[in-house]
């Protein structure tokens, strides 16, 4: 039997894994579902729950390490310390396709760079997306995605890499390859350097379209110019491929 602990930031992503694991049965496994204790949405709404809990990798670092055989980041946005990955197996559910544009949102600098993307699950390591690939899924970006259709595609090869591999990963019965380059890695002050749109700028309608619909995602205010009197004014970009 093997306690799993689960740390997740990503409310719909947990809903798909709990009832991934409902459906599917894992008989003698236990699973245990955790936040990172900065998410101040998930405190408010979890503060009184026993079955999702706020976690602190750093401080809790010991009592997981005695408590638990097997970590699973889903989307946790702590970095795990040295002293946990060494001490526990850590596996990270990872929503690029390593080692390319490892880090922070990897779908919006796909679109800009046209690097590929997809779902990664990995070991994790020291370093950012780094570790030992146990399954990964690539995705086609297409001329028409923006970042929200690219990342929605992104979820669901993350869940089908999840459901083929979550017995074997549990029970330590897989094969691991260590990327064959170091890639790329894209930090939040890389993205919130692409929100501001300079008017001036000159270059081909493919960039501008590029980087508006790589800003572009529901109903996140990304991407803006200041106009004349200084005030932020923000754009979308919507695309309709011919059916
Ligand atoms: O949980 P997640 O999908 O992923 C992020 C990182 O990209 C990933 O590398 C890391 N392992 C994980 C812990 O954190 O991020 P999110 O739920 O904050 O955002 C999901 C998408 O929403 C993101 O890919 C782009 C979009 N977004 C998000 C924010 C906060 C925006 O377009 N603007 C924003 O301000």
């Given at each position: 039997m093997s306690k799993v602990l689960v740390i997740s930031d990503n409310e719909p992503l947990v809903g798909r894994f709990k009832k991934l694991i409902k459906d599917k049965g894992f008989p003698g496994h236990q699973f245990h579902f955790s936040y990172s204790y900065i998410n101040a949405a998930l405190a408010r709404k979890y503060s009184n729950s026993s079955k999702f809990t706020s976690v602190n990798v750093k401080d809790e670092c010991e009592n997981i390490i005695q408590n638990y055989d097997l970590v699973i980041?889903?989307?946790?946005k702590q970095l795990f310390p040295s002293e946990l990955v060494k001490g526990v197996r850590c596996v990270n559910v990872h929503p690029?396709?390593?080692?390319?544009?490892?880090?922070?949102?990897p779908q919006v600098f796909s679109i800009l760079n046209g690097l590929p993307c997809g779902g990664t699950i990995h070991e994790i390591d020291?370093?950012?997306?780094?570790?030992?690939?146990i399954a990964q899924k690539a995705v086609e970006v297409e001329s028409w995605d923006t970042s929200l259709t690219a990342y929605n595609k992104i979820l669901d090869a993350e869940m089908e890499l999840i459901q083929a591999n979550l017995l074997d990963i549990i029970e330590n019965n897989y094969l691991k390859e260590n990327p064959l380059e170091e890639g790329n890695l894209n930090l939040k002050k890389d993205f919130n350097a692409l929100?501001?749109?300079?008017?001036?700028d000159i270059d081909t309608f493919q960039k501008h379209i590029d980087r508006l619909r790589a800003m572009t995602?529901?109903?996140?205010?990304?991407a803006y110019f200041l106009d004349k009197d200084g005030r932020k004014v923000f754009l979308k970009l919507e695309l309709f491929p011919e059916e």
């Open positions: 980041s889903l989307h946790c690029g396709l390593n080692p390319h544009n490892r880090g922070w949102f020291e370093q950012l997306d780094h570790g030992a690939i929100r501001e749109i300079d008017l001036s995602h529901g109903e996140y205010m990304n």
